[in-house]
């Protein structure tokens, strides 16, 4: 019995800090992307370990590795096999889908319909609509469809080379953040709600109630700003008109996509089922090749393997996070939230959050919204940034995102989504 506590606790001080590796290898991720450019002999190498989607990947393959050493391959097994991977397998079913090229025309040509609406310059308000409007559909198609579409729709009006890095990182960290908070209007749409709708009986008017209004607010004030610092240099990408024009389709065939990815998202929590439409769609796409592009399969999976990786590391940091969760004060524990999910994952906090008994009605409120209002501050705090990374770092230098450039451009954004979530 000894022998096993003993075994038990030096698998969690392991796991901590292979975690606490991974988290120092992610915020160096893009010292690696430089380091590959300096050195082109060993540029491959580089390369894989400057990928942000990789390093948590790696080091649960490491954790993995160290526990069949300490307490041999069966249960080292048997807790891989213990934890849940939907989450990973609907985000890259999800972004695979909402990324093709009749989802892509749908969206771009109403966004497009309604920015030669409204009196204002085209650009300036393709790029508001989103960051604002396309974060805030994320509470209907979820969160992880709505970053893929936001950054496809993004990426040749704002995150390409031609833009000064500084507003780069400052409409990132709008579109984090707002994604993050956008989700919380309905009661399924967002990881860290979903973790605890059930069983705090959050249906989906409480969120609209309670939450909702609140993240609309804020994101509609995060949009505006960062739009209007960016203005002057809007429009100098690829021009939406340029984009819509290369991807028109048929409205029957961007209505079956449109299908497929309902689909996936009402079923999103069996991966049984979603998997099996998956490969419908597949098949489809093949089916009618003359109106696809190719899927983004690769960005996907490499998704999938980062959020799958934070899923087998996370699984070792209850014995210290819950403990922190449980013992502060409402107030307190916002704040603590906010800084916790830029280290965790907003979705694995509110879990722990959840499996406290008798937790007050101020905490359960004051941890889901410092959860989500942190969850654009880093790669890892909400599910949905690693695609976000995926499908746009090629528009910024050394085609990587750094995490200190991230943090600074979410600042501004976080502190907006905090006040309005305590204040308001």
Excluded at 170 to 186: E, K, W, Y
Excluded at 257 to 266: I, Q
Excluded at 316 to 324: S, V, Y
């Amino acid at each position: 019995m000894q022998d096993d506590i003993v075994h038990n606790q030096l698998i969690q001080l392991v796991g901590a800090a292979i975690f606490g590796i991974a988290l120092v290898h992610t915020f160096c991720a893009k010292q690696f992307e430089v380091l590959a450019h300096r050195h082109p002999k060993h540029a491959g190498l580089l390369h894989l370990l400057g990928e942000v989607e990789v390093v948590f990947g790696f080091w649960a393959f490491v954790l993995i590795s160290s526990m069949a050493l300490l307490t041999g391959g069966s249960k080292a097994i048997a807790y891989a096999e213990s934890l849940h991977y939907t989450e990973p397998l609907f985000v890259f079913v999800v972004m695979v889908v909402a990324a093709s090229k009749p989802v892509l025309s749908a969206v771009r040509r109403v966004l497009g319909g309604l920015a030669r609406i409204v009196p204002l310059p085209t650009p300036m308000v393709l790029a508001w609509l989103g960051l604002a409007v396309v974060p805030l559909m994320g509470s209907l198609i979820t969160e992880p469809a709505a970053m893929t579409l936001a950054a496809l729709m993004l990426a040749p009006q704002i995150f390409h080379k031609g833009m000064p890095e500084k507003l780069k990182y400052a409409a990132l960290g709008v579109l984090f953040v707002n994604i993050s908070i956008g989700g919380t209007l309905t009661s399924y749409a967002a990881p860290p709600v979903l973790m605890v709708a059930g069983t705090w009986s959050w249906d989906t008017a409480f969120m609209a109630h309670t939450f909702g209004w609140k993240a609309a607010i804020a994101v509609l004030v995060n949009a505006t700003a960062v739009v209007i610092f960016l203005r002057k240099h809007l429009g100098k990408g690829v021009s939406a008109g340029n984009s819509d024009a290369a991807l028109q389709v048929p409205w029957v065939v961007s209505l079956v996509h449109l299908l497929f990815l309902a689909g996936v998202v009402t079923m999103a929590h069996h991966p049984v089922l979603f998997l099996g439409l998956f490969l419908f769609f597949l098949g489809y796409t093949q089916a009618y090749e003359r109106f696809q592009s190719p899927l983004i399969l690769k960005e996907g999976l490499l998704v999938g393997f980062f959020l799958a990786g934070l899923v087998v590391l996370g699984g070792m940091q209850q014995w210290w996070l819950q403990p922190i969760v449980s013992g502060l004060p409402p107030t307190t524990l916002f704040f603590s939230a906010m800084g916790l999910t830029a280290i965790t994952d907003n979705a694995a906090l509110t879990y722990l959050g959840s499996l406290i008994a008798g937790i007050s009605e101020a905490s359960k409120y004051m941890l889901v919204a410092g959860a989500v209002a942190g969850g654009g501050l880093t790669v890892i705090a909400n599910a949905p940034n690693p695609a976000g990374v995926a499908l746009l770092k090629s528009g910024f230098q050394d085609d990587s995102i750094g995490a200190g450039g991230l943090l600074m451009g979410a600042l501004l954004p976080t502190a907006v989504a905090a006040a309005t979530f305590l204040i308001l």
